[in-house]
């Protein structure tokens, strides 16, 4: 009789301990699914601002098309880009084209001095960091989750229950790169 009280017990406790990993892999995965939310929220203000911008450097340098449609069409990649790797990817291509344009706007001291082309500018700054915060708490948060899902005993269950590893939003091989501009 007492070994069938252990026995029930032991099942009780395992019950309870896989029901509490299995709402902790929930919350984690949920987690990321808010954070990567906000990394998408943040490179759709940047998407946003960005032909503000782009209008404001075209009336004053209408003979720079090509850095202006390198931006446009960078943009547009961004906008179809689908999962962490790919955004990263379009996020690296638009991060050249946008240097581009600036160092181009150097050149004009008008369109420097013009409040809409400082306001856009200061916008996007914020943008971009903002964007950077966003990419950071992603990745924290797939760090935890994937900790979590290689760690015993929720490896055990997590793949059976379906729940694998995120992936991380990684810069490109060429980001760490100075952007080289040529006219």
Known sequence: MKGWIIV????????????????SLVSLNENINGRWAQVE??????????PNLVNTVKGYASHEQTAIKEV????????????????????????????RLLVIAENYPNLKADQNFRALQDELAGTENRL????????????????????FPTVIYARMLGYGPREYFKAAEGAKAVPKVQF
């Open 132 to 151: 950077a915060v966003a990419r950071k708490d992603y990745n924290d948060a797939v760090q935890i989750y994937n900790a979590k899902i290689q760690s």
């Open 8 to 23: 029930g017990i032991v099942v009780v406790l395992l019950v309870v301990t896989g029901i509490g990993g299995y709402n």
């Open 41 to 50: 929220n943040q490179l759709q203000r940047r998407a946003d601002l960005i």
């Open 72 to 99: 446009a069409d960078a943009r547009a990649k961004l906008a179809g880009a689908q999962g962490p790797a790919a955004k990263a990817e379009a996020n690296n291509n638009l991060n050249g084209a946008l240097s």
